[in-house]
Every structure is written in structure tokens, then in C-alpha cells.
């Protein structure tokens, strides 16, 4: 079992970059959901409305990258800009049709619901060959790891179990449960509104994994990651961890 990509999403609900390494920290991979749109409201863009999140159409046409240690962000057609320019919330606002910021992460509340986002490739080839008139690339699915796994594996096996990936431990906490964002027509993939049907089918809307950082440190594509059975660990704000 190894790394096969590792995916960083600088803002929020925008495109994200794909990595040959990365650092973890506590509060998950570093840059990862460090910006977020906002509405006039304050609620953050998303693909969802929650009352924390609101659904804005278009997010998934802008890219954010990070170069030279700041995130940029692309409007369709047009070259990155620094998220420091000036003129940016404006040009976002005339391209999403209403007034936004942007609003720098606090205590990791852009999260959906956990620090580390993981997939494995035997679901995701599952789900493939259960459907295959659907297009299920894993860049619906917005991980930030996606593992190389045997065949017989599923996210099920591996609940409540510590990866080590070299000095890195995360504990794998829960399972993701998926929304109407996994269907989203984004930039160079089509609308697949019978995605979501179709998990639910096989998976009770649950696909993909949650883990806490257990133990920060650098990770690599290609990687192997040993799965550990073990219990009694602490995670780093020092609360008791257990293995199952």
C-alpha cells in the first residue's frame, strides 16, 4: 500500500493542485483549505448550503495554486494572480454574479468535517467497474491522499486503524459522507448527476476516509503506508486515541 497522489486545495471549494510532497501538521497538510470565499453574509462558498456553508455555483472553474510560498488564484482564461492583489475579490464578485471576500482560515473551520481527506483505489475501482458509464476520476472526490490499495480493501477495513507513512501517524476517524458537490461539472469534467445515486447504491452515501494527525512530518507520492492495529495513542492536543 503507498501514496499514489497527494491533492492540496489552497481555497476552499476551488481547484486545487496536485503535489510530489507535501508537509503534514497538525491541523492536516499545509496550505490545504487556508482561504475560503465568502459571501456577503460571511458564510463560506462550497458546493453546499449548511449554516456554515453556502452553495456558490462556478467555485469549481476557479483554480487556486500556491507559487513562491503565496496562493494565486485563476479565473477561467485567465493567468494566476496573487490572492494579495487588490483587485481580485472584485473580479471574483463579477465572475460569481454577487459580492464575495476572501477570508483566511481560522482553527481549520473551511474543513467539511476532518483534518486529512483520504480515498483508496479498491473502492474507487469498485465503484468503476459497478458502474461503468459513469466517470468516477478521483478528482470528484477532492482528497488529499489518494492510496494505492489491494484489491480486497475497503475504507471499512481501516476505520478507527493508525497509518504510518515514515514519521507520519494519522488515525483514521470516520468515513465521508458524500454531497451533490461529487456531481458538480467543473473544469475538464462533466456534470454526472447519477454519481451520488450510485454511491449511495453501494456505500450508504459514505465514501472515502477522515483521519486526525496524530504525528506531523513530510510525506511523498509513492510511499508506503503501513496500517497498524494499534490502541492507546495520543493525538497531539493530548487526548486519549484508540485504535478501534
Sequence with gaps: MNIHSIWRYPVKSLLGERLNEALIEDRGLSGDRAYAVADASGKLGSGKSTSHFQRIDNLLFLRAETQNNEI???????????????????????????????VEDQDAAHFDDGAIHIILSSDLNRLQARFPHLDFDPRRFRANLLLNTPDHMSAENI?????TIGDVRLKITHPTERCVMVTAKQDGL??????????????????????????????????????SAEAGGRDRSGRQEFGF
Design 72 to 102: 494565486h488564484i485563476g479565473l477561467p482564461g485567465e493567468t494566476l494572480e496573487p490572492i494579495s492583489s487588490r483587485g481580485l475579490p472584485n473580479r471574483l464578485s463579477d465572475y460569481l454574479e454577487q459580492p464575495v471576500t476572501l
Design 159 to 163: 476505520l478507527g486503524r493508525i497509518l
Design 190 to 227: 462533466s456534470s454526472e448527476p447519477l454519481i451520488l445515486k450510485a454511491i449511495s447504491q453501494g456505500y450508504d452515501v459514505n465514501f472515502g476516509l477522515y483521519a486526525s494527525v496524530l504525528k506531523p512530518g513530510r510525506i511523498e507520492v509513492g510511499q508506503d503506508v503501513e496500517i
